[in-house]
Every structure is written in structure tokens, then in C-alpha cells.
């Protein structure tokens, strides 16, 4: 499977700010890119997914930009809260989403209140 | 409605002995896939499985590791002989027959002393 390459490893932000975090893929194949966010001792949790036809997809405070051409996509939390420190993974996959997933390293996001 | 249900949630083994995992799926599911988290890691994919089926199991070392998913009953992955190296957390995910949006358990931790 090819890499998907995840940026930060780790980020510090501001209660009320915007924490941005970056993905790039290699395999054009790809289809379906997800985020999960992942607790300590917890399994990964859906947070929000978007499909190649369109360039963005918005859920709340979530929010997935996707650039085709560049093969990157990226998550912003709006607003970002206490609450939101945890570990989130990238990920990508072919068949529509049923394939496999190429998980991201990981980025800790710590948001200080 | 019962999530992705894992057990045990933590195994130690000592080194040349069997592990097993059970996964049983969301009701409704049957699909499930098998993944690997090393400390500090992504996941990273080892099968995918339908109901008495192996589909995709590239990621599967090639010796010690097999995986089931019986027509009655959990989803199983058995690690032979276990090593240190084998030391991780592993996630069973689930999905309904449509492909996307997994559902991830909250893992088994095996721990080889």
C-alpha cells in the first residue's frame, strides 16, 4: 500500500483557534479519505470523510479541504477546544472506501485552554 | 445497538505462545478488517474479511498470523508463537455491506514478556 504522509507530529493551539493539519498521498487510486480521531486506550473514531468529486466537506466545527491536482488534503477545527486534544490520523483508500486504510502517522494536538 | 466489540481488551503472552483475538462486528456488518498499532504509530492494515472469506490480506505477515471469519460466531486473528515484536495494540473495524465508514473497536493491547 502507499504512503500517506501526515504533518504536524505534534501542535500546540490556542482555546478559540484554528488547528490545521496536512496530508499528501501518493496512490492516484485513492478514493476515500477519512479522519479519525483517536483517545488514549481508545480506538480510532470517525470524525469526518470526503470523496474526490468535491473539494471541501464541512461537519460542524470540522472541516476537510481536498486539492486533486496537488494530492493533499487537509482537516481544520474551528474554534478548537480543550476537548479536542487527541491524536488524529489521515487516512486513504481505494474501492470507494472498502479497501484497506493507509493510515497517517498521527498528529497529538494539545489545545490550551 | 452494541459498537465493534474486542476481546480480551489487554493479553500477555510469553514469547512462543498462541494469541487470540476476538472481533465481533456491529450487527449488521460483514465486513472486518484487522489492524496494527506499534506505539507512537499509525495503524496499519493486516485483512480484510467477509463472512468465510479472506479478501485482502497484504498485510499480513506471511507466517505466524491468520485470521478467520466463520460463518457463526466472532471474527478471530491468531498469532503463533508470538515474539516481542508482536507487542502491539490491534483494532477490528467493521462496516455495513456499503463500502466506507468503518467502525473501529477499542482494541486488544497484547503485551509478549
Known amino acids: 500500500q502507499q504512503q500517506v504522509k501526515q504533518s504536524p507530529q505534534s501542535l500546540i493551539v490556542q482555546k478559540g483557534g484554528i488547528s490545521i493539519i496536512n496530508c499528501a498521498y501518493e496512490?492516484?487510486?485513492?478514493?476515500?479519505f477519512p479522519w479519525y480521531q483517536q483517545f488514549p486506550g481508545k480506538g480510532p473514531a470517525l470524525l469526518i470523510a470526503?470523496?474526490?468529486?468535491?473539494s471541501e466537506k464541512k461537519e460542524g466545527r470540522f472541516t476537510i479541504s481536498f486539492n486533486k491536482s496537488a494530492k493533499q488534503f487537509s482537516l481544520h477545527i474551528m474554534d478548537s477546544q480543550p476537548g479536542d486534544s487527541a491524536t488524529y490520523f489521515c487516512?486513504?483508500?481505494?474501492?470507494?472506501?472498502?479497501?484497506?486504510?493507509?493510515f497517517g502517522k498521527g498528529t497529538h494536538l494539545i489545545i490550551q485552554p | 445497538n452494541a459498537g465493534v466489540m474486542q476481546n480480551p481488551r489487554h493479553l500477555v503472552r510469553r514469547r512462543g505462545q498462541e494469541a487470540r483475538l476476538r472481533c465481533s462486528p456491529m450487527?449488521?456488518?460483514?465486513?472486518v478488517y484487522w489492524y496494527r498499532q506499534l506505539p507512537e504509530e499509525g495503524l496499519k492494515f493486516m485483512v480484510y474479511?467477509?463472512?468465510?472469506?479472506?479478501?485482502?490480506e497484504s498485510g499480513m505477515p506471511k507466517e505466524r498470523f491468520s485470521a478467520e471469519f466463520p460463518k457463526e460466531g466472532p471474527s478471530i486473528l491468531r498469532i503463533q508463537q508470538v515474539v516481542r515484536g508482536d507487542s502491539a495494540a490491534y483494532f477490528c473495524?467493521?462496516?455495513?455491506?456499503?463500502?466506507?465508514?468503518?467502525?473501529f473497536g477499542s482494541g486488544t493491547r497484547l503485551t509478549v514478556v
Open positions: 473495524a467493521s462496516s455495513p455491506k456499503e463500502a466506507g465508514g468503518y467502525t
Open positions: 496512490n492516484t487510486a485513492f478514493d476515500y
Open positions: 470526503i470523496r474526490p468529486d468535491v
Open positions: 487516512a486513504a483508500s481505494s474501492g470507494g472506501g472498502a479497501d484497506g486504510l493507509t
Open positions: 450487527k449488521g456488518h460483514s465486513h
Open positions: 474479511l467477509q463472512k468465510e472469506n479472506i479478501i485482502d
